[in-house]
């Protein structure tokens, strides 16, 4: 997205948003730095109905924006979620903190702008062990495809990776034979190497031998993971391979890549891994992120006390 899309504030503003633009793609993961620019430019539009420029915002004008926010809703009449209200603050101060420390403002007017409290709501969807099973046992054949479809599979259930992070695996990223992957930019533009199943690695290993070299674009690309006619398999992409393969599977719901990371990490939980093995193997930089998987421990452990305690009905 051009800084020239979304800035009009000023005759200076289409500069510094360029120069934010650039720092943000450095910063942060591209798909972040997208969503940074996008909410920025959401900001821009409020200010320019309002008159005021990038230069003359004060802390009450980023008040009355939070204000804003929280009357916003769907065109369902829904409000937004907590995590929609904090990605917009998130991204003003984030434009606002690269201003100030370049030198572009005397004050952070965001500065004193606190984040909305975020909702700890818990996972939906969760997989049982025989659901993710079934799903990962149902491309039996050996096409390429089919190859590349098992391998995406076991590395989502294997890894509890995102689907950023897999669309941007190259095949530089994976050692079968240590059983390692590294994960290059995730999240925060964080790196982190995992271990990867027996089973991801075999189908990974398998997918390279037989399916990859057979996929068009294979010998020009280095991603690992190739869309059927060569390129870079999105998001929306590898999703619809979930999807496909669960309807397959005879599991009758909606099954997302995130619905695979939350199934491991909570499948880990009650196998008895640490929390903060979870979190290192999922990237979170917080503690926090983590902790809301114990709490689908709690609710299990309710259900039980409900069927087995004498005094639980």
């Excluded at 403002?105 to 975020?118: F, H, I, K, N, T």
Aim: with cysteine; aromatic share 8%.
């Amino acid at each position: 997205m051009s800084a020239v899309h979304w800035a009009r504030a000023s005759e200076k503003t289409p500069r510094l948003l360029k120069l934010f633009e650039d720092h943000a793609y450095v910063r942060y993961a591209e798909r972040t730095a997208a969503g940074y620019l996008r909410a920025g430019c959401a900001f821009l539009g409020w200010l320019e109905a309002r008159g005021v420029t990038l230069a003359d915002v004060r802390t009450q004008d980023l008040l009355a924006y939070q204000t804003d926010l929280f009357a916003a809703r769907k065109k369902d009449g829904k409000p937004y979620s907590s995590y929609h209200y904090i990605h917009r603050i998130a991204a003003v101060k984030t434009l606002f903190r690269f201003l100030f420390r370049r030198g572009y403002l005397l004050a952070d007017p965001s500065a004193a702008v606190e984040y909305p409290r975020r909702e700890m709501r818990l996972p939906r969807g969760i997989l049982t062990k025989q659901e993710a099973r079934k799903i990962l046992e149902a491309p039996e054949a050996r096409s390429p495809l089919h190859l590349r479809d098992r391998a995406i599979l076991e590395t989502l259930y294997g890894t509890g990776i995102r689907a950023a992070e897999l669309g941007n695996l190259t095949t530089e990223d994976v050692d079968t034979e240590e059983k390692v992957l590294r994960i290059v930019r995730g999240k925060g533009s964080k790196d982190r190497n995992v271990p990867l199943t027996n089973p991801a690695a075999l189908a990974i290993e398998a997918y390279l031998v037989e399916g990859r070299p057979k996929i068009r674009g294979a010998r020009k690309s280095r991603l690992l993971f190739l869309a059927p006619r060569g390129g870079r398999m999105h998001d929306s992409h590898l999703n619809d391979v979930v999807q496909r393969w669960a309807f397959r599977a005879g599991v009758k719901r909606h099954v997302t890549c995130h619905i695979f990371r939350h199934s491991i990490a909570t499948h880990l939980l009650k196998g008895g891994a640490d929390i903060r093995h979870i979190q290192v193997l999922l990237g979170h930089s917080s503690l926090a992120s983590t902790e809301r998987y114990t709490r689908v421990e709690i609710s299990d452990l309710r259900e039980v006390m409900k069927r087995a305690h004498p005094r639980g009905r």
